[in-house]
């Protein structure tokens, strides 16, 4: 079975930490990969070359991975240089996560880097999107499947509402690609996870729900300021 059947209707949980989280390090990571293994994840979603290097060596599970960068304008960008392919690469990540936006790095929009990476390297190759004519430009440039990760965090899409996942998005992508689509970015309960399946989503991946639990804390927190609020308002 390839590598895309395996995740087929799956769910994949993105192992993240960041910044002064207690879990920026390769052991909590790793740990939050066993974890997610535990609980029946297909893949595990990773941010860093040793990171992903370090969740690969501790957890048999397929693993996409990627190097985030935050750039002076305030947007992240995903995977943006041939160098941090080559490393993912040489780590042997199964799956390659790459910005697939329309903006510029190594001299080249998303779509034109996917395609020299895919000639260069032999690599699976994911395109995070954010707009339905960046996956179309993907998928055309040798893409092998396509990511929602993008909507809401790039600057022609920061408007969106961002208090849950972008249903419609998916759809349109779905109905557009004949690549598969994977739901991504504020899946953040088991309910729209299975609602991403019924609109065609090949699988889901699931980050801060799981993984950052200081901010699944402040949900709860202001859901309950919320209803102080009223009480005492
Ligand atoms: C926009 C961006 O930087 N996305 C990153 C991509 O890898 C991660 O920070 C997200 O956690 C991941 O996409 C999963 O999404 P969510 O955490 O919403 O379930």
């Not at 052991?27 to 040793?50: C, D, H, L, P, Y």
């Not at 395609?115 to 092998?144: F, L, P, S």
Request: charged share 25%; hydrophobic share 40%; glycine share 10%.
């Amino acid at each position: 079975m390839s590598i895309m059947e395996q995740l087929k209707n799956g769910l994949i949980v993105s192992c993240q930490a960041e910044g002064d989280s207690p879990f920026n390090t390769t052991e909590g990571v790793s740990n939050f990969a066993e974890t997610a293994k535990m609980g029946g994840a297909i893949a595990i979603r990773s941010q860093g070359v040793e990171k992903t290097a370090a969740i690969i060596k501790r957890v048999d599970l397929p693993v996409v991975g990627l190097v985030k960068s935050s750039f002076d304008d305030g947007y992240v960008r995903i995977t943006g240089s041939f160098k941090d392919v080559e490393a993912l690469v040489e780590i042997g990540t199964h799956i390659i996560a790459i910005d697939g936006t329309f903006r510029e790095r190594e001299g080249m929009s998303g779509p034109e880097f996917i395609k020299e990476v895919k000639q260069r390297y032999n690599c699976i190759v994911m395109a995070d999107i954010a707009t339905v004519e960046e996956g179309e430009a993907c998928e055309a440039a040798g893409a092998d499947c396509l990511s929602t990760t993008l909507s809401g965090y790039t600057p022609n899409t920061k408007d969106k509402p961002k208090d849950g996942p972008d249903f419609e998005f998916l759809e349109q992508m779905v109905a557009s690609s004949k690549v598969p689509v994977f739901a991504e970015g504020r899946v953040n309960t088991p309910a729209d996870a299975a609602r991403m399946i019924e609109l065609g989503a090949w699988a889901v991946v699931v980050g801060s729900a799981i993984t950052r639990p200081h901010l699944i804390t402040e949900w709860y927190v202001e859901k309950i300021k919320e209803v102080t609020k009223t009480y005492i308002g």
